[in-house]
């Protein structure tokens, strides 16, 4: 197996873990999405990683889907709308039994980039470290977090998970990664439509602890429901504590919206509205919800799945 780390996109995460690669010496292959990006990447001479003041240029190689070339351990670091087609592009790339390490939020993503990739094993991930594009090509680590990395269907780490280590990423193999997924999609839908709706930083959910307690008390019994026990465990509580610690702070949905990009929401709630259609369980709070959010959305021409 080559021990050369391709990433698929290189955005804001993507770059992040790129770089880092690269700056402990790993071997890593940007895949950007066409000819042009791979132009204007060339002409910009690498990716720009800045961490407080300090700016580093790292000329990663960089290549399109379409060069040729096998690909052994992949990096997906695009948005969870974007990983399936991504996905069946490089497809008759990826060598038999390829690691896919997938860094999308919320769930469904996954499981569509497996059927694509059956051949391929599948590392979800689950993380809290944040970094945003200043331009193209220059990323800002923003803040310092952690990385969980599980495969639901072996809970053996891959031989290549001490290269995390030694690039300074930091990450603990899980084997319960499912639970932890669905823990933090559970925050998310608690926390971030509410933030849309009511056009508020997070703080601004304490003058709707109502809604919010509705909220999470519903979505506790759907992950009990779901098999999800651990995950639902004193989540009414654990909303409320992350309202408080990040009170200040605007929800990524809400940023997203806010600069009028398209949200994830398909991966979020609305993977939360069919999971419960699926195991025939009524949830009015999240429908309704779900509803008044795809309302909002349309409302400012935004896809709304
Ligand atoms: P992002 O900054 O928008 O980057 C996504 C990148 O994917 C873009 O550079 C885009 O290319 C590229 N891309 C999309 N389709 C592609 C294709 N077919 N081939 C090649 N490249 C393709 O997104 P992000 O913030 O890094 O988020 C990635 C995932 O991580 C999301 O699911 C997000 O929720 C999750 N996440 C992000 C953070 C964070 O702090 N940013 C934290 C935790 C989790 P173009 O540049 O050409 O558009």
Redesign the pocket.
């Known amino acids: 197996m080559s021990s050369t780390w391709h990433i698929?996109?290189?955005?804001?995460?993507?770059?992040?873990w790129a770089c880092r690669l690269a700056r402990a010496g790993k071997a890593a292959r940007l895949?950007?999405?066409?000819a042009q990006?791979l132009q204007a990447y060339q002409q910009a001479g690498g990716l720009t990683l800045l961490e407080q003041d300090r700016a580093s240029l790292y000329a990663i190689p960089a290549e399109?889907?379409e060069s040729g070339g096998p690909i052994h351990r992949l990096l997906v670091?695009?948005?969870?709308y974007?990983?399936a087609?991504?996905i069946a592009?490089l497809a008759p790339r990826l060598v038999a039994g390829a690691d896919l390490v997938l860094?999308?939020?919320?769930l469904g993503?996954q499981d569509e980039v497996a059927e694509r990739a059956p051949l391929a094993r599948c590392v979800f991930a689950?993380?809290?470290?944040?970094?945003?594009?200043e331009d193209?090509w220059r990323?800002r680590f923003?803040?310092h977090?952690f990385n969980w990395l599980g495969d639901p269907a072996n809970p053996t780490p891959p031989p290549w998970f001490t290269d995390l280590g030694e690039a300074g990423i930091p990450a603990q193999w899980t084997p319960d990664i499912l639970s932890r997924l669905w823990r933090k999609l559970a925050l998310n839908c608690a926390i971030n439509p509410l933030t849309v709706l009511h056009d508020c930083q997070n703080g601004g959910l304490l003058g709707h602890l109502d809604e919010v307690e509705a909220l999470s008390t519903e979505l506790a019994a759907l992950l009990r429901h779901c098999g999800q026990p651990l995950a639902a465990r004193d989540l009414d509580e654990e909303v409320q504590r992350v309202i408080l610690a990040t009170a200040a702070n605007y929800s990524?949905m809400y940023q997203d919206v806010r600069a009028g990009?398209r949200t994830?929401v398909h991966?979020l709630l609305g993977h939360v509205c069919r999971a419960a259609a699926r195991h025939g369980m009524r949830v009015p709070q999240l429908e309704h919800l779900h509803q008044r959010l795809v309302d909002n959305l349309r409302a400012r021409g935004l896809p709304s799945a």
């Not at 689950?126 to 594009?133: H, K, L, P, V």
């Open positions: 698929l996109g290189a955005g804001s995460l993507g770059s992040l895949i950007l999405r066409d990006r399109t889907a670091a695009c948005k969870a974007d990983a087609p991504a592009a860094l999308q939020n919320g993503s689950s993380s809290t470290e944040g970094a945003f594009r193209d990323v923003a803040g977090g990524s990009r994830e991966y």
